[in-house]
């Protein structure tokens, strides 16, 4: 089955550290996308990445970092300049399709990033 | 800065009635356009996209699209509290999704 995979579900966070959070897609979508969504809010954009090794900041970078070292693979670091991690993050893929305009997204289950 | 405006709500709607859902964008070269439904704290699912002005039929879901107007909707038919959800419409502005901040929907049963 193809699908993109978010991982951990749940995730916890010390103060001052730094976590790594998962997306990995076997549809072979060129563009990988990573959004933030607070409770009751809309999504806000991160980073993404059209294609391997290049990546573009979105709304929201400060404190965070991404790689895209293989096409199947976008992880998203939270580092400690982020002040208020607590949010549901999102990964989602986009394939460039030839001759439709089909440019739909497919969302990964999430990561809920809690701070302790 | 281009944007997608949807009324936040909640909307309330009775089970078996009607619920209409709109959305405005300022881009106007944009051509595709998508709605997502998301459950509480699930990621969202595409329900609908459309292309071409007027209406386009998926079940209960009709997706209308006005380019004059910079105007889509979403119309779910015979309401269930399933359908109880915030839905998000999402227009493409080269290349990528621009999003609304969504609009959430109560079925009273």
Redesign the interface.
Known sequence: DGGITQSPKYLFRKEGQNVTLSCEQNLNHDAMYWYRQDPGQGLRLIYYSQIVNDFQKGDIAEGYSVSREKKESFPLTVTSAQKNPTAFYLCASQHYPSGTLDYGYTFGSGTRLTVV | QKEVEQNSGPLSVPEGAIASLNCTYSDRVS??F?WYRQYS??????IM?I?SNGDKEDGRFTAQLNKASQYVSLLIRDSQPSDSATY?C?V?SN???I????TKLIIKP
């Open positions: 051509q595709s998508f704290g699930k990621s969202p699912e595409l996209s292309y998000l999402a493409n290349y990528q999704l999003w609304g901040a969504g």
